[in-house]
T-cell receptor, first 107, second 115 residues
Framework: DAKTTQPPSMDCAEGRAANLPCNHS???????VYWYRQIHSQGPQYIIH???NNETNEMASLIITEDRKSSTLILPHATLRDTAVYYC????????FGTGTRLQVFP | KAGVTQTPRYLIKTRGQQVTLSCSPI?????VSWYQQTPGQGLQFLFE???????NKGNFPGRFSGRQFSNSRSEMNVSTLELGDSALYLC??????????????FGEGSWLTVV
């Protein structure tokens, strides 16, 4: 079973920041938090991952709470092309996908 | 560099037939894993291969099998196809397994329709 809980859907206005939350209260010490997104009919796209420090790359930022029980993926300036299902995954050695958050970016 | 390549992208098979799907990982990646995605069950892990050995297996019947070649390319096979096997089959590659910090990259998938 997936070890994460995400809201099923969220909306965001184009140009605004999209903040996608994820709860992973049973995460263990050596497990990373990964984020992927999937645009309809395509393979999941890697976004970012982290262990305990906040991470940033060209796509997004990942904020992990100090107790590591939750995290937030931030898309700083959402565009229409960011409309997708976003998966938060806690993994040791393989990815176990939950149902994800369907993010709808509107004009 | 080239991403994960899966072939064929689309195929239609008849119940009872078998199918073989192919995956070429990113150059230098030696771990390949397979996932099945259906509307009802979501994304489910099938199995993982590293150095031509199956390292991990999901909860699927024995009709689902796979293998990995010395060049890290992988194939998965589904025998005696059932209607419920209709799905998007995804291949993912990474440098090595059992490293929680690895980045795992996915291909575009193979769409299988069983009629």
């Amino acid at each position: 079973d997936a070890k994460t809980t995400q809201p099923p859907s969220m909306d965001c206005a184009e140009g605004r920041a999209a903040n996608l939350p994820c709860n992973h209260s049973t995460i263990s010490g050596n497990e990373y938090v990964y984020w992927y997104r999937q645009i309809h009919s395509q393979g999941p796209q890697y976004i970012i991952h982290g262990l305990k420090n906040n991470e940033t790359n060209e796509m997004a930022s990942l904020i992990i709470t100090e107790d590591r029980k939750s995290s937030t993926l931030i898309l700083p300036h959402a565009t229409l092309r960011d409309t997708a299902v976003y998966y938060c995954i806690v993994t040791g050695d393989k990815l176990i996908f939950g149902t994800g958050t369907r993010l709808q970016v509107f004009p | 560099k080239a991403g994960v390549t899966q072939t064929p992208r689309y195929l239609i098979k008849t119940r009872g037939q078998q199918v073989t799907l192919s995956c070429s990982p990113i150059s230098g990646h030696r771990s390949v894993s397979w996932y099945q995605q259906t509307p009802g069950q979501g994304l489910q892990f099938l199995f993982e291969y590293f150095s031509e050995t199956q390292r991990n297996k999901g909860n699927f019947p024995g009709r689902f099998s796979g293998r990995q070649f010395s060049n890290s390319r992988s194939e998965m096979n589904v025998s005696t196809l059932e209607l419920g096997d209709s799905a998007l089959y995804l291949c993912a590659s990474s440098l090595a397994p059992h490293n929680p910090g690895n980045t795992i990259y996915f291909g575009e998938g193979s769409w299988l329709t069983v009629v």
